[in-house]
């Protein structure tokens, strides 16, 4: 079994930053990605950055330039540094793993983030 348990989430000023953490335990597959996925109310799940276990990153057209996503192997864990939030970044975060060689994925139970002066 695999568990995600996410944090770093909370309340911020427009342009400030917070920065969310998952940390993955149990059988981890060495071949993985990692990623954020937001869902706004009333808006469906959207992915907002990826990250292989080989490095390779992917964002959202919206968050490009304004956030990072990075990843610690050997701790397997995965972070969201998010900078120059806007309130259109106010969702729930949701952290996801996925094994591409077998199609599991697992998510974490969300942290809130709200972007609000």
């Known amino acids: 079994q695999v568990q995600l348990v996410e944090s770093g989430g909370g309340l911020v000023q427009p342009g400030g930053s917070l920065r969310l953490s998952c940390a993955a335990s149990?059988?981890?597959?060495?071949?993985?990605?990692m990623g954020w996925y937001r869902q706004a109310p009333g808006k469906q799940r959207e992915l907002v950055a990826s990250?292989?276990?080989?490095?390779?990153?992917k964002y959202s057209d919206s968050v490009k330039g304004r956030f990072a996503i990075s990843r610690d192997n050997a701790k397997n864990t995965v972070y969201l540094q998010m900078n120059s939030l806007k309130p259109e970044d106010t969702a729930v975060y949701y952290c996801?793993?996925?094994?591409?060689?077998?199609?599991?994925?697992?998510w974490g139970q969300g942290t809130q983030v709200t972007v609000s002066s």
């Open positions: 990250i292989t276990s080989d490095g390779s990153t």
């Open positions: 996801n793993l996925y094994f591409p060689w077998v199609g599991y994925e697992y």
């Open positions: 149990g059988t981890i597959r060495s071949i993985n990605t």
